[in-house]
């Protein structure tokens, strides 16, 4: 098939994405230059780049960039590491790994807002769980969601809780591509099962560790659901998400031309990091492994 | 070691057990060092069950690996000192060639400069030095074939191991490599254990041959042994293409007889008529109808067939078995 064909046959795909992508996209860029909001019956009236301004200045975008990305940062490092861990357990021939695996991935079936409800319960002061077990040994109540160490820490927690299964299974397909064989070579030279890890499996689970990566680091990123059930970016503050500011901006207080400008500012950090991060892997090895021998 | 041990590699008795399944059944085995020994057999049989068990990379359920003399059966695979040629060649995807020789000495803690006059040295044997830099992806089916065999001949192993070495090679190309595998494996101290399922391969390989069947040695002999003294059925009907004709001809009895030692004439002792004729330039294979079914006879290429053939052979030939148990009867 020529080239043109080819390109015809792309176009409805091509039209779709630009339809559920690009417009809103181009939307929200226009939308960011004008104000938008009770002030102005909400008819977008434009601003010169007014809002731009004011994100500069915005400490609390900034506060929640940072908050954002320390978040997304431990806790993709934790799932990573951790699902990694899973994912070789799970590999090894274990009795009953059928259902161990299923049971594993049980958390990440559950919708994030179930499981964050489910998190705030545990956490209630007084009347959870946590805090009716720390009374039975003798302790006293404590408010684990109203102290900002706390509750970044139990935030953290409940994502890593979540997504590591998604992560082991990931990485966990990836292990089951690698030929058995390889290893027993390797065991034959009379490497170690340390050895084996660091010179064979991880350098061949790159692929899959990249993906994994970039996968959870641009959910985290964009991070929502979590945040507004379990803490709604509280206390103080202190967990919001930009992706909770941006809604707040729009649906609360009911800018609708700030709130594009913190949604774009967002989409536009995210794209740096991941764009960043994708070059950083592929050099680091990922097409070093691509085309495998038949 | 004790006075009376054998040098060279020695199995005795072993086993291997997976749940009820027996996938080998007591094989005693010698091979002595130099000696390049083929197991054959068809897929099942217990050859490559029995290279796991000589690698370490199973656990024996009975029985020992005596390598001169020393009781291997304890160790781990990485103790052995044995190499192994995989069938996939088990080159790792993420490393060079260099690197794939390398990571063996890596892991054993050689010196930088020992690992490369090593691989130096393998690579000019093989003839792989243009390919040093390259990944196993960017390398043909033979070339891996050399890498593999490099890696596993680098560090001088006490034994070898070549599983199906050839099964991913088309055949010009395997027909073109014996003789350089032989070269390299042959002549040297090693005890070889050579695993197919080709015929050919071990007749061209190996100096001398295990048949194994169901996870039991049939017979082990030269590749001339086996074919014309063959302890029983199995081994008759396996080694020898065309098959051997096996006719029912006696109750009681069964009697083998090689396609190349039947004779087409105007006389013989049975009628025959010819159905097929396969020409194969150097003979040609006859398939005839007979009252004792469909034979095979082989004759010279352009051996004429009489209008109305008559089948006979030689007493000598004549090869009678048991037709239940398969085991062989004294003429």
């Known amino acids: ?294 | 070691m004790s006075p009376n041990a054998g040098a060279g590699l020695e199995l005795r008795q072993l086993c291997r057990q997976v749940g009820d399944r027996r996938l080998l059944d007591r094989l005693d085995l010698h091979v002595a060092p130099g000696e390049c020994v083929a197991l054959l057999g068809p897929s099942g049989c217990g050859k490559s069950t029995t290279l796991r068990l000589v690698a370490g990379l199973d656990p024996a359920s009975g029985g020992q690996v005596l390598l001169d003399g020393e009781d291997l059966s304890e160790r781990g695979p990485g103790e052995r000192q044995v190499a192994m040629v995989f069938q996939s060649y088990a080159l790792y995807p993420h490393l060079s060639v260099a690197g794939n020789l390398e990571l063996g000495l890596k892991v054993r803690g050689m010196a930088p400069r020992e690992r490369q006059r090593r691989i130096d040295a393998t690579l000019e044997l093989l003839q792989l030095g243009e390919l040093r830099q390259r990944r196993p992806a960017q390398l043909s089916g033979g070339q891996r074939q050399r890498v593999a065999l490099a890696r596993a001949l680098l560090r001088d192993p006490r034994i070898v191991l070549l599983d199906e070495p050839m099964s991913n090679l088309d055949a010009q190309l395997r027909e073109e490599l014996r003789p350089e595998l032989r070269r390299l494996l042959c002549g040297r101290e090693q005890p070889v254990i050579y695993v197919t399922h080709d015929q050919q391969e071990a007749v061209g390989m190996a100096d001398r041959i295990a048949l194994l069947e169901a996870g039991r040695l049939q017979q082990v002999g030269s590749p001339r042994e086996l074919y014309t003294n063959p302890a029983n059925r199995f081994v008759a009907s396996f080694l020898g293409r065309p098959a051997i004709n096996l006719l029912a001809i006696e109750p009681g009895r069964q009697l083998g007889l090689r396609p190349e030692h039947l004779e087409l004439g105007d006389n013989g002792a049975v009628a025959a008529r010819l159905l097929r004729r396969e020409w194969w330039g150097h003979q040609q294979l006859l398939w005839l109808d007979s009252p004792w079914g469909t034979l095979r006879v082989l004759t010279a290429p352009e051996a004429p067939t009489p209008p109305e053939p008559r089948l006979s052979w030689q007493r000598q030939h004549e090869l009678w078995f048991d037709p239940q148990s398969g085991a062989r009867l004294a003429p």
């Open chain 1, 1 to 294: 098939m020529n080239k043109r064909g080819t390109t015809l046959l792309m176009l409805p795909a091509l039209l779709l994405l630009a339809a559920v992508f690009l417009y809103p996209l181009l939307r929200y860029a226009w939308l960011s230059l004008h104000a938008s909001s009770v002030l102005t019956g909400l008819v977008p009236v434009p601003n010169g780049g007014a809002n731009w301004g004011r994100l500069l200045d915005d400490a609390r975008f900034w506060t929640d960039a940072v908050q954002t990305l320390r978040f997304a940062l431990v806790s993709v490092a934790l799932e990573l590491v951790g699902g990694l861990a899973l994912a070789l357990l799970l590999h090894r021939p274990l009795r009953g790994r059928g259902p161990l695996r299923a049971l594993t991935l049980l958390p990440w079936a559950l919708p994030t807002t179930v499981m964050a409800l489910g998190w705030r319960w545990i956490l209630n002061d007084p009347h959870g769980p946590l805090n009716a077990a720390i009374r039975s040994l003798g302790g006293s109540s404590y408010g684990f969601l109203s102290t900002p160490a706390t509750t970044w820490f139990f935030v953290v927690l409940a994502d890593v809780w979540k997504t590591m299964p998604f992560v082991a299974l990931l990485l966990l397909a990836g292990l089951q591509t690698i030929p058995l064989d390889l290893e027993e070579a390797l065991r034959l030279e009379g490497a170690s099962r340390l050895q084996i890890l660091r010179r064979l499996t991880l350098p061949l689970l790159v692929p899959y560790l990249s993906l994994a990566l970039l996968f959870r680091l641009a959910q985290a990123l964009g991070v929502f659901d979590l945040i507004q059930v379990l803490t709604g970016g509280g206390p103080a503050g202190s967990t919001e998400s930009l992706a909770l500011y941006a809604y707040l901006n729009a649906m609360r207080f009911l800018d609708f031309g700030y709130a594009s400008t913190v949604m774009l500012a967002t989409f536009l950090l995210l794209l740096v990091l991941l764009g960043g991060g994708w070059l950083l892997l592929r050099r680091a090895g990922l097409e070093r492994t691509s085309g495998r021998p038949a």
